[in-house]
């Protein structure tokens, strides 16, 4: 499959399927999965403290908040600072956070949202990596709800930036098929503020 634009207008999420190769995918994801101290956290969601329906561990130099919780910083391994730099050759731009979550089965999942939170800026730029099993991946526009959707590969980038999180929200849906393990990190760059 060729890189391609997912958005019609408002923004860019720009997919590159095989940004890393099968080898060095496959690497990456078995030393995230073995270091990385995966917490199992609640969150609020509509006033009600429920099970985050995933695994995840932040890693950067400054805390971050989301869904009434906040996440200790931690700094990142060599696996991680490897796939950070290639991210940001990449997009043009610097991360100083990666968020990695782990979807163990097609029970976990992630809940219509988007990055924008005011530490990302106005138009952040949000680099996505995927490793493992392929999961569906929906972008739903605010106003006229219209729908993207994409599989992500494993080892493809997926590079959001402009207008992509004020015009669009994504989730990723629970889902009854069989899938493997997944390993998603999103880099980011928090300001400080
Ligand atoms: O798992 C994914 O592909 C999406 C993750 C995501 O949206 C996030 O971490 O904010
Ligand atoms: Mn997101």
């Known amino acids: 499959m060729q890189p391609q634009e997912?958005?019609?207008?408002?923004?860019?999420?720009?997919?590159?399927?095989?940004?890393?190769?099968a080898g060095d995918s496959e690497r990456?994801?078995?030393?995230?999965?073995?270091?990385?101290?995966?917490?199992?956290?609640?969150?609020?969601?509509?006033?009600?403290?429920?099970?985050?329906?995933?695994?995840?561990?932040?890693?950067?130099?400054?805390?971050?908040?989301y869904s009434g919780i906040t996440l200790d910083p931690r700094p990142m391994t060599?696996?991680?600072?490897?796939?950070?730099?290639?991210?940001?050759?990449?997009?043009?731009?610097?991360?100083n956070s990666v968020l990695v979550n782990l979807y163990r089965d097609g029970q976990d999942s992630m809940g219509l949202h988007?990055?924008?939170?005011?530490?990302?800026?106005?138009?952040?730029?949000?680099?996505?990596?995927?490793f493992g099993g392929e999961r569906n991946f929906r972008l739903r526009?605010?106003?006229?709800?219209?729908l993207r959707q994409i599989s992500l590969a494993s080892g493809s980038l997926l590079v959001m930036s402009g207008l992509s999180q004020?015009?669009?929200?994504?989730?990723?849906?629970k889902t009854k098929k069989f899938v493997a393990p997944r390993i998603n990190l999103t880099f980011r760059y928090i300001y400080n503020v």
């Open 166 to 173: 004020a015009c669009w929200m994504h989730d990723i849906p």
């Open 114 to 130: 988007a990055d924008d939170e005011p530490e990302l800026g106005s138009e952040p730029v949000i680099a996505s990596v995927s």
């Open 78 to 95: 060599p696996t991680l600072l490897e796939i950070k730099h290639r991210c940001e050759e990449a997009a043009s731009a610097k991360f």
């Open 28 to 65: 990456m994801f078995r030393s995230i999965m073995d270091e990385t101290p995966w917490e199992a956290r609640n969150i609020i969601l509509f006033g009600k403290e429920v099970p985050q329906p995933r695994l995840a561990c932040w890693y950067g130099d400054l805390a971050y908040s």
């Open 141 to 146: 526009h605010r106003e006229n709800k219209e």
């Open 6 to 21: 997912l958005l019609p207008f408002d923004g860019s999420a720009f997919y590159r399927p095989g940004f890393f190769g």
